[in-house]
Nanobody, 123 residues
Framework: QVQLVESGGGLVQAGGSLRLSCAASGLTSSMYVMGWFRRAPGKEREFVAAITWSGISTLYGDSVKGRSTISRDKAKNTVYLQMNSLKPEDTGVYYC????????????????WGQGTQVTVSS
């Protein structure tokens, strides 16, 4: 059974940084792709970043490109999202997701989802 558990969210001032973590269990293949999405209040879910489990390939959404870095620690079965220069528009619930091998921005391609962690950026 696949389980994804996010942590690291919180309240931060604009310009600050946060590192989100996603602890994964039950992923039986190294072919999984891990992604981060977010949902701001009143808005649709938005792709943030994705990474292959090997770490070779990454993909970023335009809204975070240049300000965020996705990475993974194979030994800890954990994926991270380092976010810098945070803006109030980065506020939202951040979700970790996994799919079987497609590096994509499309939420429909992801099979497993975590419960989310709240990020609030104050101005």
């Amino acid at each position: 059974q696949v389980q994804l558990v996010e942590s690291g969210g919180g309240l931060v001032q604009a310009g600050g940084s946060l590192r989100l973590s996603c602890a994964a269990s039950g992923l039986t293949s190294s072919m999984y792709v891990m992604g981060w999405f977010r949902r701001a209040p009143g808005k649709e879910r938005e792709f943030v970043a994705a990474i292959t489990w090997s770490g070779i390939s990454t993909l970023y959404g335009d809204s975070v490109k240049g300000r965020s870095t996705i990475s993974r620690d194979k030994a800890k079965n954990t994926v991270y999202l380092q976010m810098n220069s945070l803006k109030p528009e980065d506020t939202g619930v951040y979700y970790c997701a996994a799919n079987r091998g497609i590096v994509t921005w499309s939420a429909a391609a992801y099979d497993y989802w975590g419960q989310g962690t709240q990020v609030t950026v104050s101005s």
